[in-house]
Structure formats: C-alpha cells, structure tokens
C-alpha cells in the first residue's frame, strides 16, 4: 500500500493557505447534524472538542479521569513555543520550522512542520484572550525563556505551571461547550475499541469505569487525543493513566503505528531511588538555562559536591558543545549524562545521577530572581528528595518522558483509516526522532484549535458515509471482543500482580531499548518481552469484578496492550538501522559519539500495520522529501 | 536519611455509594520513609491483592502535586497536614515507626463517594460549567502583547489560577462550602482585563449554581485556606464577594 500524506503542492510558506482555500466547506447548518467523537481532553483533545463545538458540531468527549481538566497535559512544566520574536532576537516563523525540522534529526515531514510553526502565533493570541495568566514583563508585555535546541528566546510560560494553565483554558472552553450543549462530557470511560465500518471509523466503545458497563457511541468521525505511550517503561514521568490501549486499538483495526521506536528520554528528571517508585518527576528542562550540568572529574569521586573544587569539576555539556552549552537538545544532554555515568562519574548512592547546579546563577541573580523563576521547581525537588537545591546542587538522572511516535496521520491529521483522525502526543506527525522542549504544547493546542477545525470539514463534506446506528453488528463484535477480554482477565487468577509485570517490562526496556541500542539487546528484549507476556496471561493476577469500580482491571487492560506494543517498538529499534534523535543505535555513531543518520537508506517514516497476532507486522515506509533544507549532521558545537 | 518504618493503617472502606461501610485495619511493614504517601497504599495494596483482598481503591494520576486527582483526609488533616502539599506529595518520613494512620475520603454533601477513597468531584465541573469561562471563540483573538497587563496584576491571577481542583478545601470546611474554589476563578477572571467584561454576570451565575449543588454556606472558618495545597488565600473570597455584590447591584439595575 502506498501512503499518501497528501501533503499540499506549491511553495512551503503558502500550502497551508492554499490547502485551506481548497477544503470543502461543512455549510453551518449542516454541522449540528454531524456527530464527532473526541476521544481524550489533554490540550488536543479539550482543544479539539471546544473548537468543533464553537463551530457547531455536536460533540462526544471521553476522557479516563473524573474530569476533563485533569488529563495529562495539566503537567506539563516548562513552556509553550512561538515564533513572535517579541525579543526581537531574531526569531522567526522559518527559524522555529527550522529548529523543530533539526531538532527531530530530519525525521518529520517539512510540510507538518511549517504549519506548526506558522499557527504557533495564533495559540499564544488566543491563550491570553482564554485569560491565561501568562508571565509578564514589569512594562505588561509577555515575558519568554530559552528551551533546549534553540539559540533564541521563544519559549511562553506561566510559572512552572504552563501545561496546567493552557489545560484549564482549553477545559473553560470547553466547558462553554458543555453548557451551549454543544458538546457531552463522558468522564470516567476508558475507550477499548475503535468500530470501523466499510473502511471508515464510525464510534467507539468505552467501558464506564465505575459502573462497570461498556457503552457503544456512534458518530461521523472519530478523533484519537489519548497521549504519549512512554509508560510503556513503567516508570516515566508520565501520569499513572497514560496508556497506549486506545491507539493500539486502532492499531489493531487497521492504522498504521508509525515510528514507535522514537522514545524521548528526558535528561532533568529526580533519579530513581527505590523498587517501589511508582514514577519519576521531571525537573524542567527551563532549569537548563541557568543550572550547569558537572560531575566530578574523577571516577568514583564521592565527596559532597561542595567539597570538590571548581578544577576537579567536569562541565561536560560546557565543554563538548560551547555555542549551546546546558541547552543542547534532550537526546543529546541524556546521551551525555549516561555516558559520564557508564564512565564511573556519576554521582548520588546509585552513581546514576550527575548535578544541575545554581550556584552560579544564584550569585549572579540573587536568590529572588532563581525564585521567582523556578521557585515551585525547586520546591517539589526538595519535598520529594528532602535537598534544599539553594544550596546544594540538585541531583538529575535522564528518564522516559515523550514518544514522538504515534499513529501515522496525513497533512489533514488523518490516519490511513477514512475517519480516524489523531492528534497531540498519539499521532507522529510533527516531532521527526526527537522533539524540542515547549513543543508538545504547541503541536497540541495547533491540531485542536487551528488544524482540525478545518480538516475534518474537509473530509465531512467529502465523503458519503451510510447512515448507522449503536445497533450496527459491527458494534456488537466490538462490544463481545471487549467483554470477552475483560472476562479472560479477570479469569487468570495468577500469582504475580499486574504492577510487578509491568515493572519487569520497564527493565526489560529501559535496558534493551532505552538511551542506547544494539542489534543483540533488541533481539534478546524481543524475546523477553513475548516471554513475559506469556507469562502475564499465565500468572497474572486481576481481582475484583467486571461490574465494579476496579482500578486493578483497569491497570491490566492497559498492561496487556503495553506488552504486546513493546514488541512493535523494538521491532522498530531493529529494522532502524541508524542512529537519529532519540533512536540511538551503538552500531551507527560518528567519531564523536553521535547519532549518525543514514539518509540514503533510511529518510522514511515506518509506519507499521498490524497483520494479526501471530504474525509479524507488515512494514510501509513514507518517503521523507527535503526540498527546503539541507540534510546535515546536527551539531550544537 | 533513608529508613524502613512499620505502621498501622485505619483505612475507610466502602464497596459503593448506599454500601455498608467503616474502618479496615491493615499492617504496613518495611515501609521506606523516602516513599510518597500514595506508594505506600501500592505496597498495602500489592500486598492486599496477594492475599486475595480488595485493594484500596483512591484516585489519583500524576503524582506530583497538579492534577489535583489525589486526596484523602490523614488522620483529620485534607491531604495529610504538611503545608502547601497534595496528598502525592507528601512523602513517608514525616511518619515514625509504630505511628496509626486514619485514611478517610472526602466527605461531603456535594461529593459523594464513589468507592472507598474515591469520591464523585463533578459539582466542581458543574461550577465552572455555569461561567467560569472568558467567551471567546477560537480564532480572530488580537495579538497577544495587544493587551499589556501589568506584572504584579497578572501574578495576582496566577496565584489565583493555581488551584487545582482537588476539593481538600470543601472537605476541610465545617459547612463543606466551596467558596474557596469558586473564588479562585472568579478572581483570576476577574483580575484580568479580558475577563473584566463578563465579572459580574460570571459571579452570579457561579455562586448561584454552587448554591444549588448543595455546598454549605461560608462562614469564615478559613479551614480552607489552611489545608488547601496550593495556598489559595482567602482574600479571593473577600474578591468574590465584591464582585458579587457589584453583580447584584447591576442587576437590580436592570
Ligand atoms: C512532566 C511533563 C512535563 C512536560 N512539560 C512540557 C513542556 O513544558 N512543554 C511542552 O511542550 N511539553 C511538555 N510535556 C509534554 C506534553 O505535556 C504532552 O506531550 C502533551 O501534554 C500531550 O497532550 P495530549 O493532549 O496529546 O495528551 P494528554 O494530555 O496525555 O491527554 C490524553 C487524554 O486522553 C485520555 N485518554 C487516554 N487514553 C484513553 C482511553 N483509552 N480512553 C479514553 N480516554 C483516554 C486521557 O484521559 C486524557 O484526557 C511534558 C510532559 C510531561 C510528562
Ligand atoms: S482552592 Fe485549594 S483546596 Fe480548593 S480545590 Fe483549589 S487547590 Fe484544592
Ligand atoms: S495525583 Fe495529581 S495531584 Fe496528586
């Protein structure tokens, strides 16, 4: 099969435009006829149903949490991007296209790429007239910060608290929504299959997680915002609800998984510290503008971090890389820090672990200045590790944080199945191997409130879909496949509990599969991942019943899908024969040790299609075509 | 430094909303006093399972402190009594060895429980429902540095905007009033000039609604402030109140 991104002709800066003018027209009082389901209420999803609801869609909303406001997104930490060059330093819509194209190691299409950066200005216009509280100048005008891979100051935010206040924006209007009838809110429902009817997604069916009952939803179009799979290496700093079940589900119906071997892996996260954690906390990569990344120079150094002098430390990021220092992208600042580590460096009981220090900053700054900035940072720091990083350096360890990649989609958004559209975290598009910091908040709110609007009245009035209703046989096979699952959970009656599987997953993983691969490790990981899930559907232990509140069934489903997805993911690791982005393969690196990328053999997409459980998956690969930048090595020297 | 603790958990259970109910208790050993609150109830509760036991069932998501899924009243105290913490953040070494810990859900009138710790929050969902909102629709909004607002105006808001919707204030309040919560966007609206324009409707219509979901009147207990997480002050009540009466006066206008 051939994919087709149907990625608009004629000049880069003019598609878009161009592409819009060209997308049939829903007439407004078609729209209220039309029925879409928005799974998932992160800012692509809550952004989503709020801008179809404004236009007159009627809107179904589903989301895990008791409310839309608290999906994943309400972490996130640090910022969101935008080409205002309000600093005036340079900034641009064609340097931000040109820093995110990089920054994924030319691994994302160009196309995607631009639109996001040219609708990025539009987010920031429309947040602050949404009332959020963005953080100002002393004259009034909106302040900005520096994230990593990036040479000037584009980064919006608010406190540490910048997912949070965009999420409850979107979740205002939404709820706007709610109260105009314009959209339904479906809280507490965990959707575990996609229906698909004469090759087009037609609704969905949930399980109501407190009574227990599953539900079938019909609809014209169904959009998947279910979020990031990085807890696939159990622990991430991802929310303990994060799961990939939704689009593995759709996997399984059909789309193509592109790229799930793209994990990001944070490096300015709370090391590890014991068997029970149950996650990890990410420190914000903003603490990388004025915290300097050392370890000491000598292996085994283990005095406390005041007592090895200035000349006994080694500034490694300062050192390899002196026009972009501590703000190197993620997968290099990770890469670096295991290095340093693997070489006897690393600090803290476990030697994994290297310092962010503020020292510097603090005498330069004063104290007041470090804490306005980052002040509930460094708060959460001390309550979870009990150090006071005022005065001594914060200790931080890479960790799994994002997942560039997600279901495959075209320029419209839309996977290979007619109908199924996917946006924010679960799709691929916009991130290529590696995604800049701040980015993810804009590529979200870009899909929900400027992307989609327009898309899917693209495909509404382009396409004939039969009337259908819940009583179509295709839901009952969904809602029997469901039930039939469920029941077999429930019924393993096992001895080791669902947590402990998942935890031995994340080893497995985080070992074979993390920062740095090879060919042997990923063989041997794909063994132990189908070890292991023969083993959960063996001696796993799920109590409680169907028909109940039951977070431990709940935690099951989501392992179960988790353990069949990681082996796509390592087969992906294993057909990518280069290193690029957060895909580091030992075999492919340059003298320096960097990701060496094969643009010969290797500028595609690999978008994956599900070919049954006992067969491999069938590999389809998406050209990526550069006709505006050049294809270089990345260097942040 | 890191040490291992055993303690005794008084845990309220509760199978569904109209249920017979009341307190379990458990034995939790070996507990690491690096832990959070919550990994210590997993281990209750990988242990509970390998019993054949119901584990405890409690809502939470993030993990660290701004989802505002986490929540449980510990020993009389709204998500455990350090200041300014949720409930996943507050971690096991403010507990000595031996110590009994009474874990109960949120209890009031507008929240209904759900299962053991987990309590129905949609009353808050209902409040925002009824205007906590700037209506604006997506696109056509005018630069953003169109409108200057100044620093400490705009801090004013965030402190304001911090809440999270955890409801450690209803459960903390005699009346189980949610005057705290509604306030905090009332203000952060209200403090802005974007929001200026709808204040005082937005004012009647959330306070009327909060009335009608059967949440207490307030009456200046300030219980709420002391247990919220994220440090709301209660001047944004004091806000509220006078947007409110601004409101009424507008209206009777009319
Ligand atoms: C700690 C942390 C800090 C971050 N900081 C930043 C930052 O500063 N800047 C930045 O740009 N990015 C940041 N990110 C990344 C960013 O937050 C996420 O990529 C982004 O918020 C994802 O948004 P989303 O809408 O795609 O999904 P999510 O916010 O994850 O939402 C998923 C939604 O789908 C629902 N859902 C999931 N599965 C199902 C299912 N099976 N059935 C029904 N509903 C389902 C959930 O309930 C939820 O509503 C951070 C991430 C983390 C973990
Ligand atoms: S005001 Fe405080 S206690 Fe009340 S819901 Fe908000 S954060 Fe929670
Ligand atoms: S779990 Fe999110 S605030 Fe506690």
Known sequence: ?637 | MTKSINITLKVWRQKGPHVKSGFETYPATDISTDMSFLEMIDVVNEQLTLDGKDPIAFDHDCREGICGMCGAVINGRSHGPEKGTTLCQFHMRHFSNGDTIVIEPWRAKAFPIIKDLVVDRSAFDQIILAGGYISVNTGGAPDANSIPIAQEIAELAMDAAACIGCGACVAACPNASAMLFTSAKISQLALLPQGRLEAANRALAMVRKMDELCFGNCSNERECEAECPKEISISNIARLNREFIKAGLVSSVK
């Open chain 1, 1 to 637: 099969m051939q994919l087709d991104a149907k990625i608009p002709s004629g000049p880069l800066a003019e598609k878009w435009d161009k592409h819009r003018f060209e997308l049939k027209l829903v007439n407004p009082a078609n729209k209220r006829k039309y029925t879409i389901i928005v799974v998932g209420t992160g800012l692509a999803g809550g952004s989503a149903a709020a801008s179809l609801g404004e236009l007159g869609y009627y809107v179904k909303n589903f989301c895990i949490q008791d409310s839309p406001r608290r999906a994943h997104s309400i972490a996130a930490q640090g910022g969101i991007n935008a080409a205002k060059n309000y600093q005036n330093d340079g900034d641009s819509i064609w340097r931000l296209f040109y820093d995110t194209i990089k920054g994924g190691d030319f691994r994302a299409r160009e196309a995607n790429v631009y639109r996001l950066a040219q609708v990025s200005n539009n987010i920031i216009d429309h947040c602050v007239a949404q009332g959020i509280p963005f953080a100002r100048e002393y004259g009034g005008l909106l302040a900005n910060r520096s994230f990593g891979g990036a040479q000037v100051s584009r980064t919006f935010y608010a406190r540490g608290q910048t997912g949070q206040q965009l999420l409850l924006g979107a979740y205002s209007s939404l709820m706007r929504q709610v109260a105009a009838g314009q959209v339904s809110m479906f809280p507490r429902r965990e959707m575990l299959d996609i229906v698909v009817i004469n090759g087009q997604a037609r609704g969905i069916v949930v399980r109501n997680l407190i009574t227990g009952e599953i539900e079938n939803h019909a609809a014209d179009a169904v959009v998947l915002c279910t979020g990031g799979y990085a807890n696939v290496f159990y622990l991430s700093t991802n929310a303990m609800a994060s799961n990939v079940s939704a689009t593995f589900r759709a996997y399984k119906k059909g789309a193509f998984f592109a790229n799930p071997c793209y994990t990001q892996i944070h490096p300015t996260c709370i090391p590890v510290h014991g068997t029970y954690q149950s996650k990890l906390t990410l420190m914000s990569e903003s603490l990388r503008n004025d915290g300097r990344v050392w370890v000491p120079k000598t292996p085994g150094d283990r005095r406390p971090p005041n007592q090895i002098p200035e000349s006994e430390r080694d500034y490694y990021l300062e050192e390899k890389y002196p026009s972009f220092g501590n703000l190197v992208p993620r997968d290099v600042a990770s890469r670096n820090a295991k290095t340093q580590c693997d070489m006897g460096k690393g600090v803290e009981e476990t030697g994994f672990a290297v310092y962010l220090d503020f020292a510097d900053a603090i005498k330069r700054d004063g104290k007041d200045v470090i804490q306005q900035k980052y002040g509930n940072l460094f708060q959460m720091y001390e309550k979870i590790t009990a150090s006071n990083p005022y005065e001594t350096p914060m200790m931080i360890y890479p960790a799994s944080h994002y997942v560039m990649g997600g279901l495959w989609v075209d320029y419209n958004l839309m996977s290979n199945l007619d109908g199924l559209f996917v946006m924010g975290e679960a799709n691929f598009s916009d991130h290529g191997a590696n995604r800049l910091g701040a980015s993810a908040l804009m590529q979200g709110l870009a899909d929900g409130y400027f992307v989609i609007p327009y898309t899917i009245g693209g495909y509404l009035a382009g396409t004939d879909r039969p009337e259908i209703t819940t009583d179509h046989p295709a839901f009952k096979e969904a809602t029997r496949y469901v039930t039939e699952r469920t029941r077999k959970l429930l019924s393993i009656n096992g001895k080791r509990t669902v947590d402990d599987i998942h935890r031995q997953l994340g080893h497995i993983l985080w070992e074979y599969c993390g920062m740095s691969r090879n060919d042997d490790g990923l063989l041997k990981a794909r063994k132990l991942i189908q070890e292991l899930r023969e083993e959960f559907w063996k001696n796993a232990m799920v109590p409680g019943s169907s028909e109940d509140f039951n977070q431990s069934l709940e935690r099951a489903g989501r392992v179960a899908d988790f353990l069949e997805f990681a082996e796509l993911l390592v087969i992906d690791a294993f057909e990518r024969k280069e290193s690029c982005g957060g895909h580091f393969n030992e075999a492919y690196q340059t003298e320096e040790h960097e990701a060496r990328r094969d643009d010969e053999n290797f500028c595609h997409v690999s978008a994956w299609e599900f070919k049954g459980d006992d067969n491999d998956p069938e590999l389809h690969k998406e050209p990526l075509v550069f006709e505006n930048v050049e294809l270089t090595q990345r260097s942040y020297k």
